[in-house]
């Protein structure tokens, strides 16, 4: 069957549209793959699923990561911990074991409901907050705080910035704040794609039938790339940005040295692994100047 005109040129013009390339950063949709109430049930069950690395990383390495984290920070009855970005609790509910005074922020209302009910259930006292953590205010002061599996990289300059004041704000003099990110070898390792297919991951995106478009976009000089998913169901179509700055040690000395922290170490990874330079992830440990 031959397509008209009409058809023609509306199909050819929503194809440049999907295949559309956006400036850095230019829209903003973490909300989206956080919030909605299918999208999040999918994101618990790969956070929960302790085999895989998707929404965090599997359970062998967060088990390796929390003894290291406490031991490196001497975590006890007198810490005080925030973890931004802590879906349901893998890193909160360990803190609070060992005794900290434990926040928790995240803007999966799934994620958080979750970790709530674990902390019920272990007779835990922890402090969670649903909500966009560059958003978040709170009068309490922290002497640590952690922001783990690269949720850095999926925020603007504007963002981080944004966010590494509000760290700096909320700890103590002396504090410590603990994040990884993607190394420039994860970008030089990616490459530009359009592929589409029906019912991505097992209808990860709806219940109802679609068909999802994928852009993977590089941009060389920001050292940005650009996972870009159109979402077509019958009803409706979404567009999703998920963005992913990479860093260099100097790069992410340089944010954290503008935002008044003194760098204390680099690691390749937030189980303190020694730094190599061909590591994917770098970790840094950053202290708030003792003024």
């Known amino acids: 069957m031959e397509l008209n005109n009409t058809m023609k040129t509306t199909l050819f013009g929503a194809l440049e549209e999907i295949n559309s390339r956006p ?32 929404s965090s990383r599997n359970k062998a390495f967060v088990d390796r990561s929390v003894k290291w984290i406490v031991s490196h920070f001497g975590i006890g009855a007198h810490t005080r911990v925030a973890d931004f970005g802590c879906g349901p609790g893998l890193y909160t509910t360990p803190f609070a074991g060992h005794d900290a005074d434990v926040t928790g922020i995240d803007f999966s209302a799934r994620s958080i409901k979750y970790a709530q009910e674990v902390a019920d259930r272990e007779g835990l006292k922890i402090d ?22 690269c949720d850095f990289c999926a925020l603007s300059q504007a963002q981080r910035t944004t966010l590494l004041a509000s760290f700096h704000a909320f700890l103590k003099p002396g504090g410590a704040v603990l994040l990884d990110v993607h190394s420039f070898n994860v970008f030089d390792g990616r490459e530009e794609v359009a592929t589409y297919e029906r019912n991505w991951l097992d209808h990860f995106w709806s219940p109802e039938e679609y068909y999802s478009f994928l852009n993977i976009f590089k941009y060389d000089r920001e050292k940005v790339t650009l996972d870009k998913y159109t979402i077509i169901e019958q009803t409706r179509t979404r567009v999703i940005y998920n963005w992913l700055q990479y860093f260099s040690r100097d790069t992410l000395r340089e944010e954290l040295e503008k935002s008044g922290f003194e760098v204390e170490e680099f690691y390749s990874d937030v189980a303190g692994t020694p730094f190599s330079p061909e590591s994917n992830d770098i970790a840094i440990v950053a202290r708030k100047k003792n003024t």
């Open 23 to 54: 400036a850095p950063f230019e829209f903003y949709t973490a909300d989206q793959l956080w919030t909605d109430d299918h999208t999040s049930q999918k994101m618990l069950a790969f956070h929960l699923d302790e085999e895989i690395d998707l």
């Open 128 to 149: 969670y907050h649903r909500q966009n953590y560059l958003e978040f205010q709170t009068e309490k002061r922290f002497d640590l705080i952690t922001m783990i599996f």
